[in-house]
């Protein structure tokens, strides 16, 4: 999967470009940072806050940051984005492939508020997700190549069945209108579809003047 991801963080650092050279970025559940390494390679005066549940998955990004000489603009948060303590407002939030696993629309609609409500006025967010009509025809051909890479990457046959059950019980992959719709009831404006690869298709937009 990395070649899409560095493609994704490609082009989230060209939507994020335009920040000052000292913005504040809030990552919601980077796991193991790779989008913090890149941007932070790529926007050497950034700060990043790192809020990630996990905390295995964050001693790895721990480790990654001493590795890389950013530590020190990093500051890491176990736990979800409601028990980070009120602080500074952000620049940019990213939050890549989480809000697909929240199941419920009205939570998934609160996850955007809470991230909207920690932006600056016009702060800027990039979230991706898994996202298609599981009812089209195009759409299921594509999750069949979509499960063809995951098999090309070695995951074992059951591991693949697992995988399928996963995606109809634990994952809320929507069509791409909804997933706009939910960004966009969370409290930003014109969410724009600016990346996909396969199954994942992410987004940019700018928070609204008064996210409820």
């Known amino acids: 999967m990395a070649p899409l991801n560095g493609a994704l963080h490609l082009l ?11 913005a504040n970025i809030l990552c919601v559940g980077p796991g193991t940072g ?9 926007f050497p005066g950034w ?6 549940p996990s905390t295995l998955m964050l001693d790895v990004f721990r480790s990654k940051a001493e590795e890389h000489g950013i530590l020190s ?20 939030a990213t939050a890549f492939l989480v809000s697909q696993f929240i199941l419920d629309r009205e939570h998934r609609m609160a996850f955007f508020r809470g991230i909207a409500q920690r932006l600056r006025p016009s702060g800027l967010l990039i979230s991706s997700d898994l996202a298609g009509d599981l009812r089209m025809a195009d759409v299921q051909n594509l999750l069949g190549v979509w499960f063809k890479l995951m098999n090309q990457g ?9 995988m399928r059950e996963a995606y109809s019980r634990d994952v809320a992959v929507l ?14 404006e014109s969410p724009v579809l600016f990346f996909q690869a396969g199954m994942i298709h992410a987004w940019y937009a700018k928070r609204s003047s008064n996210p409820a």
Request: charged share 20%; with cysteine.
């Open 12 to 22: 989230t650092a060209a939507v994020l470009g335009e920040l000052a050279p000292t």
């Open 34 to 42: 790779a989008e913090i390494v890149q941007l932070a390679q790529k």
């Open 47 to 52: 700060r990043f806050t790192a809020v990630e």
């Open 73 to 92: 603009r990093c500051r890491l948060h176990a736990g979800y984005l409601d028990s980070l303590p009120p602080g500074e407002s952000f620049d940019a």
């Open 154 to 162: 070695g995951i074992s046959p059951d591991g693949m069945q697992r």
């Open 175 to 188: 069509p791409v209108r909804d997933v706009h719709d939910v960004i966009t009831q969370g409290g930003f």
